[in-house]
């Protein structure tokens, strides 16, 4: 039997999830890969991994996947590794540059700014380097590791408390089949990961 491969994301956040397969009973029993969110979606979707920590809009883009309950990078308040950066007013901005690193948060962005501010900001897929994405962009949408070690002179916006929702789904690639609502059987090579058990959607 092959080694099941993780696909992880590689910021600080995702560690407690992880820790026992770096450090613990679980060490060298999977095959773990390291990338961005959105690396962990791609890598999970192409088939290059069997479970991946993945962007929550990402779920409802790809077939033949699976939530695993129980498991997931969430908040209902601040987090500080999801900001916005910007130079002006929150109220005057009309670009941002994105960090192309995750995809949830550039949705949940879009989804900001046009309900509780009524503008189309123009979004620039960007490198996350805070300081040269403000030269790009009224301001800056970054996550993870650039998110929490910024210390630079914008106005930081924290999504997370803002919108009192942010998440990453842990999904599962399946090997045939479409979504379906009924809880699906979760295969015998994943049943030893812990806190793997199947959910309905």
């Known amino acids: 039997m092959s080694t099941l491969r993780i696909?992880?994301?590689?910021?600080?956040?995702?560690?407690?999830?992880?820790?026992?397969?770096?450090?613990?009973p679980q060490q060298g029993k999977y095959e773990l890969q390291f990338a961005t969110p959105a690396g962990c979606a791609d890598a999970v979707r192409d088939g290059n991994?069997?479970?991946g920590i993945i962007p929550v809009i990402e779920y409802q883009r790809m077939d033949r996947m699976q939530i695993i309950a129980g498991i997931s990078i969430a908040s209902k308040s601040r987090v500080r590794s999801v900001l916005l950066l910007s130079k002006v007013p929150i109220g005057?901005?009309?670009?941002?540059?994105?960090?192309?690193?995750?995809?949830?948060?550039?949705?949940?962005?879009r989804?900001?700014?046009?309900?509780?501010?009524?503008?189309?900001?123009?979004?620039?897929?960007s490198a996350p380097r805070p300081d040269e994405m403000l030269k790009r962009a009224d301001s800056a949408l970054v996550i993870?590791?650039?998110?929490?070690?910024?210390?630079?002179s914008a106005e930081v916006y924290d999504l997370a408390r803002m919108?009192?929702?942010?998440?990453?789904?842990?999904?599962?690639?399946?090997?045939?089949?479409?979504?379906?609502?009924?809880?699906?059987?979760?295969?015998?090579?994943?049943?030893?990961?812990?806190g793997v058990r199947p959910c309905s959607h």
């Open 7 to 24: 696909s992880v994301v590689k910021y600080l956040n995702s560690v407690p999830l992880i820790w026992g397969m770096l450090h613990g």
């Open 49 to 51: 991994a069997d479970i």
């Open 92 to 109: 005057e901005i009309q670009s941002v540059a994105v960090d192309t690193s995750s995809r949830s948060s550039a949705a949940f962005l």
């Open 111 to 125: 989804i900001l700014m046009g309900k509780f501010y009524s503008r189309t900001v123009n979004l620039i897929p």
């Open 144 to 152: 993870g590791d650039p998110a929490l070690t910024y210390r630079g």
């Open 163 to 194: 919108e009192k929702v942010y998440g990453i789904a842990v999904c599962l690639r399946l090997l045939g089949g479409p979504r379906r609502q009924e809880p699906l059987q979760v295969p015998e090579r994943l049943r030893s990961v812990p």
